[in-house]
């Protein structure tokens, strides 16, 4: 099995579990210097000229392993991307040497307006060709393998003509790129569209995933009544993602993996007791190997 | 027309109207154009952004009240949506449409209070440069001090108001029950400086935002002190100066 490398040598995140960095947390984070494996920032965060942001960035990072995580490049957009941005992007990780560089499987920009959402792309020829290019294009111009995120979505468009899965390996082997695998992602879609989450994971391309992502979310109803979850980054991981997760690391070995925990941000320690979690089931579980298909 | 670019321009223009029907092709593994399933995306986009605008604008939204802040909030976005996907930059519209919004008319200071926090903002993440030292004042030969041109620090942002804005802000940004503000007491300009990290915002004696503004312009100190003075009869240059200096606003200083 190839693990894919990060693609910065020098500054390896290393197969623990990290915590995503909130400004809440800069001053406790350099005060007490807390025994966590690394941080991951959103890049747009850090974006703008100085100031409090790139102080406290500056410091923690002297400190940890960084990975950096896009939120806003719209790889999913059918318009070329926003050439700006993906320059921005590239300064962002020139300043901060980040072990790993992130983006989603996602469109949020059209037309001008930034739609703040990861909206879901319909998985067809279309949309692979323009996905793949723009892959191409980011990793040309950050001059590194950059990982894409599997999707958190509630609908889906009949103009699909494949699997998400497929497309997914479609891309990466077109384009070199690895995979983040949000296992929160998986429970939320296998759940808003009544597959299995498990055989998802089993069937998920393993030896290209270079970080997980374990994030909380919230329970709701679809229009018939039906479960639906809400990827909302806001509670803690729920019990079925654990497992979920222990079953991934079972597959996939020690992959990096990051709490994510963006909105109703709780106090430091919280953080620290979730990343233990995945720390220990890091630690634990050993892994089964199976056949690649 | 690609059919991937139809399907985002149909998507977005649903998310922003509330009233469209979801877009075709559109579907649930139970039904075709699943409403509430779509709704979670609208909700996301104006949740999300209703809640930057209520970090960017804290002392608006202390004025309003929580919800109906949230509903002006709605509304902005709703007409002005972010152009780039960096929200920091995001709510720089927010003081002219306070202005126009027939719901706030009869809160005539709250685009200026809009108007100040944006300069905040504008600070927290300008550039980092060194302000020049308090020493730098004393070394200034007083035959050629007429003729120094001035840079001011990059976070430096000034905000004039016909009303007490200054005030107004300060004492909403405090914790605790706010004192009562006159908002007929007169007008009120703020100096916003950052000389670390920390954002500061001072009350300017009368004439010293125009002597700013002037400098800023690249106006001589004697030609900015002018301007002052043409302002306000009463212009103290010497501790317009220094506190310039002191607060951190001045990042270097040169002949002209």
Do not use: I, K, N
């Given at each position: 099995m190839s693990r894919i490398e990060n693609t910065d040598g020098s500054n390896p995140i290393p197969a623990r579990a990290g915590v995503g960095l909130k400004p809440e947390h800069y001053a406790e984070i350099l005060d007490t210097r807390p025994a966590i494996g690394w941080f991951e920032v959103h890049a747009e965060n850090y974006m703008g000229a100085g100031g409090a942001p790139h102080h406290f960035l500056t410091a923690i990072r002297e400190h940890y392993p960084l990975s950096v995580h896009g939120v806003g490049l719209s790889i999913g957009a059918d318009a070329p991307l926003d050439t700006d941005h993906l320059n921005s992007l590239k300064q962002v990780c020139d300043r901060y040497e980040p072990g790993l560089v992130s983006e989603h499987l996602a469109w949020s920009t059209h037309d001008g307006v930034y739609l703040n959402d990861l909206l879901p792309v319909p998985y067809n020829a279309e949309t692979l060709g323009r996905v793949c290019e723009h892959i191409d294009q980011v990793q040309e111009v950050l001059r590194r393998r950059m990982l894409l995120e599997n999707p958190s979505t509630y609908i889906r468009f009949d103009g699909s003509e494949m699997s998400e899965l497929d497309f997914l390996a479609a891309i990466v082997g077109r384009t070199g790129c690895g995979l983040l695998l949000d296992v929160n992602n998986v429970q939320v879609s296998a759940t808003n569209h009544a597959y299995d989450a498990v055989a998802y994971i089993d069937a998920f391309p393993h030896q290209h995933v270079g970080e997980i992502h374990l994030g909380g979310h919230a329970d709701d109803e679809g229009d018939d009544g039906e479960p639906l979850l809400i990827d909302d980054h806001g509670s803690a991981v729920a019990d079925i993602v654990w497992n979920l997760y222990a079953h991934t690391i079972s597959r996939c070995g020690p992959v990096p993996t990051l709490i994510e925990w963006d909105n109703d941000v709780p106090a430091w320690a919280v953080l620290m007791d979730e990343a233990a979690r995945a720390d220990i089931v890091l630690s634990e579980t050993s892994v089964q190997h199976v056949a690649a298909e | 027309m690609s059919r991937l670019s139809d399907t985002q321009t149909g998507f977005a223009h649903a998310v922003f109207n509330a009233?469209?029907?979801?877009?075709?092709?559109i579907v649930s593994h139970l039904r075709r154009q699943p409403r509430k399933r779509f709704g979670v995306y609208r909700n996301n986009v104006y949740v999300s952004l209703i809640s930057v605008l209520e970090g960017r604008f804290p002392v608006v939204s202390r004025l309003l009240g929580e919800d109906f802040f949230k509903a002006t909030a709605r509304v902005f976005v709703e007409h002005?949506?972010?152009?780039?996907?960096?929200?920091?930059?995001?709510?720089?519209g927010f003081s002219e449409f306070l202005e126009t919004f027939e719901p706030v008319a009869d809160l005539p200071w709250l685009a200026d209070v809009a108007r100040l926090e944006w300069a905040w903002n504008l600070a927290y993440h300008a550039a980092d440069k060194d302000p020049v030292a308090p020493e730098a004042l004393a070394a200034i030969e007083p035959a050629s001090a007429g003729s120094l041109v001035f840079e001011l620090h990059p976070a430096v942002q000034l905000v004039r108001s016909a009303f007490p804005v200054v005030s107004i802000w300060s004492e909403h940004s405090k914790d605790g029950e706010p004192e009562h503000i006159d908002a007929g007491a007169g007008g009120e300009d703020g100096l916003i400086v950052r000389p670390g990290i920390a954002v500061e915002v001072r009350h300017l004696p009368r004439g010293g935002a125009a002597f700013i503004s002037a400098l800023a312009g690249g106006k001589t100190l004697g030609e900015a002190a002018e301007v002052a003075l043409d302002e306000e009869a009463s212009f103290d240059l010497q501790a317009n100066l220094a506190g310039l200096i002191a607060s951190g606003a001045i990042a270097g200083l040169r002949p002209a």
């Open positions: - | 009233d469209a029907a979801v877009p075709e092709g002005h949506p972010p152009t780039s996907p960096v929200l920091m930059r995001y709510g720089g």
